[in-house]
């Protein structure tokens, strides 16, 4: 794995180069193959249908089955909050919600307000192929402002695809993911502004003001959600040869909680990207007869701030436990959380805990989207410009009260990073309105661990070279995950000089 994504890495970056020079230079605006060879080709009620692409397209349609693209219009959750919505706003949602979840149901007039999904037909639920690769022009940062051509040629990076049967085809800077419109193809969805003018998503945003935006030594949407399978056909059709196909499966927190296709082949993918995204280290400091522990944490390979998006909903949080002598009880622990229950029922003064949190007008906490009129938020932040890319760690101490110290001197301390995609206090909240079905969050997976357990022992610390630039601020002997995060150290040395190497240390 360490290879390849380093391969990933380099490869992304070297790409940018290769394109912008040459092979694409001229291919600016939208070169349709010409259909005059190829004239039997498909209707728009065919191409709608994700099931048509399949016939040629197999492994991009297999990976966009058991997307969260796929499943946006019949993810219960959603469905649920969509319905609560509507009632609670006497019907003044609208297609806001869907409109993103399920965009092609909205413009084919299928549905006004996504209470009738069920009966919508599957080829228009979902953020479907046709939806992106007809999408040509850029309305608006946030809430799903696309025009769509409806010209049926379907848009990708290659301004010379091989002519087809089924579709027109050609070049558009929004399908090349080195180009900065690419980026806003994605944010257009990924930003959302509720009708109280508050932006209670920023992924978009977010990457914006971050070192990644800039062209061309930046790094796109596409760049690091669909990472390329080098040298394949990218579609099964006759003259075709080998190019990039770019892997479609979006993965990154949320799963799908009924039967969906390819359930196992994105909990895996979320596994692997998920344990190259955040840079942790743990110090514990002996003083005396006791100790204390820092842990620091730097977001070091997400484009924005981690977690994001949805990040009412998502909760982020640390788990740390002390021990002495072999004892299996600790001496100290924080985040901690007993299987079933959500993490904000924990009284725990120590908790570090990464959400948005939303608000009504009279300053009561909300947990739906359409009730909040301001947000607090404390996610792990992304690395501002400019490059070279420096460390944005955070540092927290345990016990949290700086004059506080654990009871006794610990010789093994763990930690543990936990994502709970959506607070079982939002399901619980859900099913108290009758909204969502008590066997969903039942069946509601735990947490993911986000990367592996770090350990610390006097024995282990002695053989780690921290190499944060943290470690000043830091006190004690320190471990860490650096070493077995080879995209984040890539990443940082391809953006790095050699002028200023501490400010290249993660
Ligand atoms: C009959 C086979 C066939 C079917 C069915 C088919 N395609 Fe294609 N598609 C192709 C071929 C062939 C190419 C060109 C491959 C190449 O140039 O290497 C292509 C290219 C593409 C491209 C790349 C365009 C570019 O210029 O970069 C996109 C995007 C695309 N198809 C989307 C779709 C979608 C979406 C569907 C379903 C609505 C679909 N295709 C159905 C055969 C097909
Ligand atoms: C969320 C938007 C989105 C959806 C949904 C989507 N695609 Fe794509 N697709 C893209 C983007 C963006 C690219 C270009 C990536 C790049 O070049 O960086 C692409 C590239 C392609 C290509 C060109 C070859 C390649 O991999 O670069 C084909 C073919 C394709 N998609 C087919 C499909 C099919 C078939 C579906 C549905 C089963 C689908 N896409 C769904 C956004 C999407
Ligand atoms: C039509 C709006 C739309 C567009 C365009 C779009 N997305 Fe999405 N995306 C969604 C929705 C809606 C979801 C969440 C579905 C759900 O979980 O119910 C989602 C989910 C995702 C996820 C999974 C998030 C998670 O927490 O698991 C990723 C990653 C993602 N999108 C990346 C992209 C990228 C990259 C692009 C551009 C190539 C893109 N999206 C374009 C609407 C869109
Ligand atoms: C430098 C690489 C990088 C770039 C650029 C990037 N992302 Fe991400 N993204 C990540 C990583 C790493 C994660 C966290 C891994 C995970 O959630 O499994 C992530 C997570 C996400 C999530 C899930 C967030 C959550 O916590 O719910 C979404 C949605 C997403 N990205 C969309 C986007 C969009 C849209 C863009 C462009 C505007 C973008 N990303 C740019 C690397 C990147
Ligand atoms: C501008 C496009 C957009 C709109 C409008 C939108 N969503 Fe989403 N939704 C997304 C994207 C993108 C994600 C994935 C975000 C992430 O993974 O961080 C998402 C994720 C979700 C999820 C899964 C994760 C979670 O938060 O629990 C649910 C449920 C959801 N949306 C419900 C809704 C409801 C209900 C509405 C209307 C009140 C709505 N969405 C409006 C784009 C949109």
């Given amino acids: 794995m360490a290879v390849v994504t380093r391969t990933f890495w380099r490869r992304g970056v070297f790409l940018s180069a290769v394109v912008t020079a040459g092979l694409f230079a001229n291919g600016a605006g939208c070169s349709s193959s010409t259909a005059a060879d190829e004239p ?15 016939g040629c397209h197999a492994d991009t349609y297999r990976e966009w089955s058991g997307s969260m693209h796929a499943y946006a219009a019949d993810d219960p959750v959603f469905l649920a909050m969509n319905a609560r919505g509507q009632r609670e706003t006497g019907g003044q949602l609208g297609t806001f919600c869907v409109n993103c979840h399920a965009p092609m149901a909205v413009r084919e007039n299928a549905t006004t307000d996504g209470l009738n999904l069920d009966k919508v ?14 999408a040509d022009a850029i309305e608006g940062t946030h809430n799903g402002k696309l025009r769509l051509a409806n010209d049926l040629v379907m848009r990708g990076r290659y301004a010379d695809p091989v002519p087809n049967k089924a579709h027109a085809a050609g070049y558009s800077p929004f399908h090349d993911g080195t180009k900065v419109d690419s980026a806003k193809m994605c944010g257009a969805c990924h930003d959302i502004v509720n009708g109280h003018g508050v932006a209670i998503e920023r992924t978009f945003q977010e990457w914006q003001a971050s070192v990644f935006a800039p062209t061309p030594n930046g790094l796109s949407c596409t760049q690091c959600h669909m990472k390329p ?31 969906w296709p390819e359930k196992e082949a994105q909990a895996e993918k979320i596994r692997l990207m998920l344990a190259e995204t955040l840079a942790v280290a743990m110090c514990v ?15 070091a390979g997400a484009g924005h701030s981690f977690p994001s998006g949805s990040a009412q909903d998502r909760r982020l949080w640390f788990e740390l436990e002390a021990f002495r002598n072999d004892s299996p009880e600790p001496i100290y622990r924080s985040g901690v959380v007993p299987a079933g229950q959500d993490v904000s029922s924990l009284n725990d003064p120590d908790l570090w805990l990464f959400r948005d949190h939303f608000f009504d007008a009279t300053g009561k906490e909300v947990h739906m989207f359409w009730e909040a009129t301001r947000y607090e938020s404390n996610l792990l932040p992304t690395k501002p410009p400019p490059a070279p890319l420096r460390s944005t760690h955070l540092i927290r101490r345990y016990p949290r009260d700086p004059n506080a ?25 859900l099913v108290a309105s009758g909204d969502l079905d008590p066997a969903i969050r039942q069946a509601t997976p735990g947490p993911h661990v986000v990367g592996t357990m770090l350990e610390w022992t006097p024995e282990r610390a002695a053989a780690t070279n921290l190499p944060f630039s943290a470690r000043n601020e830091a006190a004690g002997t320190c471990v860490t995950n650096v070493p077995d995060r080879p995209t984040a150290l890539n990443l940082v040395q391809s953006h790095c000089s050699a002028d200023d190497p501490t400010l290249c240390s993660l």
Avoid at 40 to 54: I, N
Avoid at 121 to 134: A, N, S, W, Y
Avoid at 285 to 299: F, H, W
């Fill in 229 to 259: 399978v080098s040298r394949v056909p990218i579609a099964e059709a006759p003259n075709v040869y080998l190019r990039d196909r770019h892997e479609h499966t979006f993965e990154a927190v949320d799963t799908a909680v009924t039967p």
């Fill in 40 to 54: 039997t080709r498909l209707t728009r009620e065919e191409l709608l249908d994700p099931e048509t692409c399949k």
């Fill in 285 to 299: 400091q002996i003083v005396g007869t006791r100790g204390a522990v820092q842990v620091i944490a730097d977001n």
């Fill in 405 to 429: 110290l654990l009871t006794a001197k610990p010789d093994r301390v763990t930690l543990r990073v936990l994502l709970q995609p959506i607070g079982l206090d939002v399901l619980d909240n």
């Fill in 121 to 134: 037909d599957r080829k228009l639920k979902g953020v479907t192929c046709f939806f992106c690769h007809q």
